[in-house]
């Protein structure tokens, strides 16, 4: 999971989580395994048959991504943010 994920992933509406969701205590450890075998069965029975068998699912999730994804989720955000919360305070 990465920390996108965690604040505006909502799964199977607008992507996908890979690997178990960690708490906040542990963003830190790897698990590689756990993760490596979530991909592969979301992609084997989530992903590719969705993308190949149910279009009209396929191009609603994408839809919904960028429609909740893109947003908040972007350059001009994150540079304001940078902004406000580091370099005004910097300049003081």
Excluded: C
């Excluded at 906040?24 to 068998?53: F, G």
């Amino acid at each position: 999971w990465d920390g996108w994920w965690l604040e505006g992933g909502i799964e199977g509406v607008n992507g996908w989580g890979i690997g178990p969701k960690p708490s906040w205590q542990d963003m830190t450890d790897s698990n590689d395994e756990e993760d490596l075998e979530d991909l592969y069965n979301k992609l084997a029975y989530i992903i590719i048959p969705t993308y190949y068998k149910h279009k009209d699912e396929w191009v609603k999730l994408m839809k919904n991504s960028i429609a909740t994804i893109g947003p908040y989720f972007n350059t001009h955000r994150m540079v304001s943010e940078y902004i406000s919360k580091v370099y005004k305070i910097g300049l003081r």
